[in-house]
């Protein structure tokens, strides 16, 4: 069974920083693109970042120049640098991966952390 578990959330000034980890676990072949969503009280879920296994990124406009993904593929983890953090990055942050396993043949599937709240406020 495959795990994605996320920490490194918490309260912050505006203009702070804070790093998030997210970290699987389990019986899988290879993990593809790793990213991070998040969700705002009474809005949708919505793409922040994403790093593919070659290290190719992408980043929602409103957080370029801010925010920095990165993973380490030994550890199998994924990180979001939050630089110069504002009131409007507010929300629980979800950390996806688009994983391959073996069955009986290969096969993709996506998984998601169970999310960890970033509150932006002073």
């Known amino acids: 069974q495959v795990q994605l578990v996320e920490s490194g959330g918490g309260l912050v000034q505006p203009g702070g920083s804070l790093r998030l980890s997210c970290a699987a676990s389990g019986k899988f072949f290879s993990i593809n693109a790793m990213g991070w969503y998040r969700q705002a009280p009474g809005k949708q879920r919505e793409f922040v970042a994403a790093i593919t296994s070659g290290g190719t990124t992408n980043y929602t406009d409103s957080v370029k120049g801010r925010f920095t993904i990165s993973r380490d593929n030994a550890k199998n983890t994924v990180y979001l640098q939050m630089n110069a953090l504002k009131p409007e990055d507010t929300a629980v942050y979800f950390c996806?991966?688009?994983?391959?396993?073996?069955?009986?043949?290969?096969?993709?599937?996506?998984?998601w952390g169970q999310g960890t709240q970033v509150t932006v406020s002073s």
């Open positions: 996806n991966a688009d994983m391959t396993l073996a069955g009986i043949r290969y096969y993709r599937e996506d998984y």
